[in-house]
């Protein structure tokens, strides 16, 4: 994994003691299989008592950080930056190996014969690339919302989703994810009220942050932004405190998205689809490893 030295600078011991934490988490959670935001490494900072939970703290160590990959004191790898990507077109090195991109990347819809077609919603953007893995999955489409959804998106989602119960007879529902703070809790209610108005309503499940996760796992807590229009309803629902997703584990968000999931799933359909598609695959590996005698047999 690279660690890159591209500027000496002298370095606090205050601040190297910063750095060697952060190590500590990002590789430990980097054995996970997650990549974490600076958001989500300053939660850990706080979760784990390092640092106070102020702005001030969070942008001192954004600048450690920011100084510590360029010194070659923390790896490139660890921290993502996930609101921010290249996007490049896709190229192969021969006709086999696209066949054989194919075989890796080929899927049925294994949801089309379930009783239910539900989707995730997040809040943030920065934190698709944590419930990326497990909604791929599992195959079920993901979202992210950018706060509240726009009028545009939401009335596209209506018409989606209607179509699922008009032509297949399922059920579709959607799992929200967002902040427990005046609007990331509002955000739920907008969703579902405004599905209400353009298909005639639908299961809306907030998945999280709930009161309980926040008992449960005590995610450190910011005050209410008290010039939301919605604050003093919340504060005087649950107090000053906010609580943002960022700061749940990310193995969390993937246990409560699997759970939730896997709950409205019926498991020998989704068996008896998942064979039926690692057929197909076997059949278009086969096909790329043999692609020499398929030219030979289409040319002559």
């Given at each position: 994994m690279p660690k890159i030295c591209y500027i000496d600078k002298n370095l606090s011991a205050q601040s190297l003691?910063?750095?060697?934490?952060?190590?500590?988490?990002?590789?430990?959670y980097a054995a996970q299989g997650f990549v974490l935001t600076l958001r989500q490494l300053y939660y850990q900072?706080?979760?784990?008592?390092?640092?106070?939970?102020?702005?001030?703290?969070?942008?001192?160590?954004?600048?450690?950080?920011?100084?510590?990959?360029?010194?070659?004191?923390?790896?490139?790898?660890?921290?993502?930056?996930?609101?921010?990507?290249?996007?490049?077109?896709?190229?192969w090195s021969s006709p086999a190996s696209i066949v054989q991109a194919c075989a890796e990347s080929y899927a049925i819809d294994k949801w089309k014969d379930q009783p239910y077609r539900p989707e995730v919603w997040i809040e943030k953007d920065a934190l698709v690339g944590v419930i990326a893995g497990i909604c791929e999955e599992l195959d079920v489409p993901y979202?992210?919302?950018?706060?509240?959804?726009?009028?545009?998106?939401?009335?596209?989602a209506a018409m989606r989703l209607r179509e699922w119960g008009l032509q297949d007879d399922?059920?579709?529902?959607?799992?929200?994810?967002?902040?427990?703070?005046?609007?990331?809790?509002?955000?739920?209610?907008?969703?579902?009220?405004?599905?209400?108005?353009?298909m005639g309503g639908m299961?809306?499940?907030?998945?999280?942050?709930?009161w309980d996760q926040i008992d449960e796992f005590s995610p450190p807590?910011?005050?209410?932004?008290?010039?939301?229009?919605?604050?003093?309803?919340?504060?005087?629902e649950f107090g000053h405190d906010s609580w943002e997703l960022d700061a749940l584990e990310p193995a969390v968000l993937v246990d409560l998205i699997e759970s939730a999931i896997t709950s409205v799933r019926d498991d020998e359909t989704w068996s008896q689809s998942a064979h039926k598609e690692s057929t197909a695959k076997s059949l278009l590996n086969s096909l790329s490893k043999r692609w020499t005698e398929v030219v030979r047999l289409v040319s002559s």
């Open positions: 003691a910063i750095i060697h934490a952060a190590n500590e988490i990002i590789e430990e900072f706080v979760a784990r008592a390092i640092i106070p939970n102020t702005q001030r703290d969070y942008k001192r160590l954004g600048s450690i950080i920011n100084g510590a990959r360029l010194t070659g004191l923390i790896d490139w790898d660890y921290i993502t930056d996930r609101t921010r990507n290249l996007q490049v077109n896709p190229h979202f992210s919302c950018r706060g509240y959804t726009s009028q545009s998106e939401m009335w596209s399922q059920i579709p529902i959607i799992f929200h994810l967002g902040d427990h703070d005046p609007s990331g809790k509002d955000m739920t209610r907008d969703i579902t009220d405004r599905l209400e108005l353009f299961e809306v499940k907030r998945l999280a942050l709930n807590p910011n005050p209410a932004k008290v010039t939301d229009s919605r604050a003093a309803a919340y504060i005087a």
